[in-house]
């Protein structure tokens, strides 16, 4: 089955700091795709990136980057000089690929809210 | 181009009421699903419209859930009768049935109080 955990439920930080975000999945799947979503406080679910199972490079994208290793099944998610603006609820999330572009569903992880105060 | 929209954005209705929620996809979107997050858990898959076609509907709760995409285009999912369990943020999602990624653009949310 699939799953995906995410362990801190809630960060507390102060502006300028460095936080990371853990996720972990399980797959019997050999080809899949991880997600990251945010959610601010206005609600909506806000895409962050995607990366698929062959692709273990790491990703920076200005101040977020992610460390995807599937020897440990992990793919976190690093801010780096955190902003207040960052505050939200983050999701991790895993998809099956499907072979006819049949789009599968998401499996969410439980979310991380992070605190990010002046 | 206009994202994904929902309505309500929220509702408030007595234990055993029925209400009805509706998504508009992007245009174009062939790909339509349902997810609901609870009292702060993970948000959970409820089903897959491909065009007007249920393509996986392994999320859905139980019988009181009804979704429907008519013409392939909006959609809309009843609660019939709802219960306080019901309770949470239904979030409504669309992607392009031709790529590979599945990228799934979401919608702001409706949120549902059961009383």
């Known amino acids: 089955a699939q799953k995906v955990t995410q362990a801190q439920t809630e960060i507390s930080v102060v502006e300028k700091e460095d936080v990371t975000l853990d996720c972990v999945y399980e797959?019997?799947?050999?080809?899949?795709?991880l997600f990251w979503y945010k959610q601010p406080p206005s609600g909506e679910l806000v895409f962050l990136i995607r990366?698929?199972?062959?692709?273990?490079q790491n990703e920076i994208s200005g101040r977020y980057s992610w460390n995807f290793q599937k020897s440990t099944s992990s793919f976190n998610f690093t801010i780096t000089a955190s902003q207040v603006v960052d505050s939200a609820v983050y999701f991790c999330?895993?998809?099956?690929?499907?072979?006819?572009?049949?789009?599968?569903?998401?499996?969410f992880g439980q979310g991380t809210e992070l605190s990010v105060k002046p | 181009e206009a994202g994904v929209t929902q309505f309500p954005s929220h509702s408030v209705i007595e234990k055993g009421q029925t209400v009805t929620l509706r998504c508009d996809p992007i245009?174009?979107?062939?790909?339509l699903y349902w997810y609901r997050r609870v009292m702060g858990k993970e948000i959970k898959f409820l089903l897959h419209?491909?065009?007007?076609?249920?393509?996986?509907e392994s999320g859905m709760p139980n019988n009181r859930f009804l979704a429907e995409r008519t013409g392939g285009t909006y959609s809309t999912l009843k609660v019939q009768p709802a219960e306080l369990e019901d309770s949470g943020v239904y979030f409504c999602?669309?992607?392009?049935?031709?790529?590979?990624?599945?990228?799934?653009?979401f919608g702001p949310g409706t949120r549902l109080t059961v009383l």
């Open positions: 797959t019997r799947d050999t080809t899949y795709y």
């Open positions: 245009s174009g979107h062939d790909n």
């Open positions: 999330a895993l998809s099956e690929a499907l072979l006819y572009n049949q789009g599968g569903k998401l499996i």
């Open positions: 990366r698929n199972s062959f692709d273990e």
């Open positions: 999602a669309s992607s392009q049935v031709r790529t590979s990624y599945n990228e799934q653009f």
């Open positions: 419209f491909v065009k007007e076609s249920k393509q996986d």
